[in-house]
């Protein structure tokens, strides 16, 4: 774009809420836009920051909460809203006062969590996107969740949890992100709903996951929907967004495992589990007699004593006789790469969005032991929609575990659901690919960015707004 011969480039904030399962999403979104030539500022909560020096493309701008940790009561979502308002906007003005022509704000997309950022976005007169860390599926769930606390579906009886729910098809009570609730959660969840003035709405997921639920959603918030992803795929490879160290040398122990045989465990990087769950897990993996990549991350179990206990502390006696060399377990571990490797026949997982995102990607089939927020949502569309994974019960057990392993790792079900995977990985690779649904949901979203900054932007109108 050009305005008076002078080349100009656009900067957009985004705005990212404190937890990794968003961070990587928002990181990926800022790189992609970065290669369609925009500045990118990623506005963030200061604790639990990004890496910044893995981004030096990007401006880093650390936003005071006055929190001094981010494990406290439920308050902390709405303190968070309250407190980070001023920083953001101080930032903004004052890039909107020194701004050169060539690279002015243009856009401020936000988490949504991240409500505020939209009020930021209102009282300066800029376009705002609000974006969903979540499938369209989850965003639908959430929606409905003070329409069915009205109606009395919630909190939920133990006597409906198998029931479907009105208007939520595939989904059953228990599968709702929300069983239970408060006044304070209700009005964080209308608040993150809410897309207020905001110009459109994006989405990490495409068109041929999510179809029906896409169309709902567009009913529903009544602005252009973007569907674009998985933005991992869509994202420079090479991009870092982890924000625990991963520790690569697992990679060169799936180079020596036989083609899909390695079941991969990993219960994301905020799930905790209490030690018996480990115990179950631990033995069921072993009765199995698969091999297996396990993630133990430090602080993952309840009440444990030290919040940096290391796996070898929380082992069954005898488990690691047991598995030998059958078995590797690390602290963290680069995900998109292991569950690409042709060793890796299966993934245990939380069912987070990335995690069943990176999986589909790569035709790997799970099985989902959910534990909180959109978990159970995504497991019920991997299990009962796309038919790609298993789900545990609510009580793991380790007969349990060593049979949904031997189901999908062994048995005719298992090739089944892998077979399904596979031919979900081509579909999705043609969605991102030129030309492809999320491409063109992208290009879509890049020029709705360049028509509103083209518009009349009187910078000093804006700031004395």
Same mark, same amino acid.
């Given at each position: 774009m050009e305005q008076n011969g002078t080349q100009i480039r656009q900067r957009v904030v985004l705005v990212v809420a404190p937890f990794q399962g968003h961070i990587t999403p928002i990181l990926q979104i800022g790189s992609i836009l970065h290669a369609k030539g925009f500045s990118i500022t990623i506005a963030h909560a200061e604790f639990n920051p990004p890496h910044s020096s893995n981004h030096p493309e990007f401006v880093f701008v650390p936003l005071s909460t006055n929190l001094s940790d981010y494990d406290i009561p439920s308050t902390f979502l709405s303190t968070m809203n309250v407190n980070c308002k001023e920083p953001l906007k101080t930032y903004v003005v004052?890039?909107?006062?020194?701004?050169?022509?060539?690279?002015?704000?243009?856009?401020?997309?936000?988490?949504?969590?991240?409500?505020?950022?939209?009020?930021?976005?209102?009282?300066?007169?800029?376009?705002?996107?609000?974006?969903?860390?979540?499938?369209?599926?989850?965003?639908?769930?959430?929606?409905?969740?003070?329409?069915?606390?009205?109606?009395?579906?919630?909190?939920?009886?133990?006597?409906?949890?198998?029931?479907?729910?009105p208007e939520l098809h595939p989904l059953r009570f228990k599968d709702l992100p929300f069983r239970q609730i408060s006044e304070t959660l209700l009005k964080l969840i209308?608040?993150?709903?809410?897309?207020?003035?905001?110009?459109?709405?994006?989405?990490?997921?495409?068109?041929?996951?999510?179809?029906?639920?896409?169309?709902?959603?567009?009913?529903?918030?009544q602005v252009p929907i973007f569907s674009i992803g998985p933005l991992h795929k869509m994202a420079p490879a090479s991009l870092t967004t982890s924000l625990l160290k991963e520790d690569t040398s697992c990679l060169a122990w799936l180079d020596n495992q036989a083609p899909k045989s390695v079941i991969y465990v990993s219960l994301g990087s905020v799930a905790t589990v209490d030690k018996k769950e480990i115990?179950?897990?631990?033995?069921?993996?072993?009765?199995?007699?698969?091999?297996?990549?396990?993630?133990?991350?430090?602080?993952?179990?309840?009440?444990?004593?030290?919040?940096?206990?290391?796996?070898?502390?929380?082992?069954?006696?005898?488990f690691e006789e047991r598995v030998r060399e059958r078995g590797l377990i690390v602290e963290w571990a680069p995900q998109k790469e292991v569950l690409s490797h042709s060793a890796v026949g299966g993934f245990f997982s939380h069912a987070g969005w990335n995690s069943a995102l990176e999986s589909l990607s790569e035709g790997v089939p799970m099985i989902c032991r959910p534990?909180?927020?959109?978990?159970?949502?995504?497991?019920?569309? @991997? &299990?009962? #929609?796309? =038919?790609? $994974?298993?789900?545990?019960?609510?009580?793991?057990?380790?007969?349990?575990?060593?049979?949904?392993?031997?189901?999908?790792?062994?048995?005719?079900?298992?090739?089944?659901?892998?077979?399904?995977?596979?031919?979900?990985?081509?579909?999705? @690779? &043609?969605? #991102?690919? =030129?030309? $492809?649904?999320?491409?063109?949901?992208?290009?879509?979203?890049?020029?709705?960015?360049?028509?509103?900054s083209n518009a009349k932007n009187d910078t000093a109108t804006l700031i004395e707004s």
């Open positions: 004052q890039t909107l006062e020194k701004q050169e022509p060539r690279d002015r704000v243009c856009c401020i997309i936000y988490d949504s969590m991240m409500y505020f950022a939209e009020a930021v976005a209102a009282d300066l007169k800029i376009p705002s996107i609000l974006y969903h860390n979540s499938s369209a599926s989850y965003v639908l769930a959430r929606h409905a969740t003070p329409r069915l606390h009205k109606q009395g579906y919630i909190p939920v009886q133990e006597s409906m949890s198998n029931e479907l729910v209308a608040n993150g709903n809410n897309v207020r003035s905001s110009a459109a709405v994006i989405c990490n997921t495409n068109d041929f996951l999510e179809h029906s639920q896409l169309s709902q959603l567009q009913e529903e918030c115990t179950e897990t631990a033995w069921g993996l072993a009765n199995s007699g698969q091999p297996f990549l396990w993630i133990l991350r430090p602080g993952m179990v309840l009440n444990s004593e030290d919040a940096s206990d290391k796996w070898l502390d929380l082992l069954p006696e005898g534990c909180f927020a959109d978990h159970h949502v995504n497991a019920r569309h @991997i &299990t009962h #929609v796309w =038919k790609v $994974g298993l789900e545990m019960d609510l009580v793991l057990e380790r007969e349990g575990i060593e049979r949904a392993i031997r189901r999908v790792m062994l048995e005719k079900e298992g090739e089944e659901m892998r077979q399904r995977a596979i031919d979900m990985k081509q579909k999705i @690779i &043609t969605c #991102v690919q =030129k030309g $492809g649904s999320a491409d063109n949901s992208l290009n879509d979203l890049v020029e709705l960015i360049s028509s509103k």
